[in-house]
């Protein structure tokens, strides 16, 4: 997947795709997660659709709910939803991060190996 410390680091373009990539990863990973609280606000807490876009996005997004929720079941969801949310925040910002993080820690890798071919 990325290249390897003894191997020279990647060009700006294949890194840039690479980022876009992942990127690209993380969005399809919050449209799935937003999908999933949408559903389930609308056939556990029975909101409408727009309420129930409003509340994921709210909860996906860290901010909290916005519809007060009367039954047990809708109560149960949206803290098992705010819990999955926090996990793939945690999850999408490494996904975006993983790239960077790698360059760097390679370019250090490369400095290191500079250091210690030097007599």
Not at 18 to 27: A, E, H, K, P, Y
Request: contains cysteine; charged residues 15%.
């Amino acid at each position: 997947m990325f290249e390897h410390k003894s191997e020279p680091i990647a060009s700006r373009a294949r890194f840039i795709r690479r980022m876009m990539t992942w990127f690209g990863v993380s969005l399809a990973m919050i449209a799935v997660s937003l999908g999933i609280g949408i559903c389930g606000y609308r056939w556990i807490a029975h909101l409408t659709w727009i309420d129930s876009l409003l509340n994921a996005s709210m909860i996906l997004g860290g901010m909290g709910p916005v519809d007060r929720l009367d039954t047990s079941a809708a109560k149960i969801f949206a803290s098992a939803y705010a819990i999955f949310s926090g996990l793939m925040f945690i999850s999408v910002m490494g996904l975006i991060l993983m790239p960077m993080v790698h360059r760097v820690i390679h370019k250090f890798h490369l400095a290191d190996e500079d250091l210690n071919d030097k007599p």
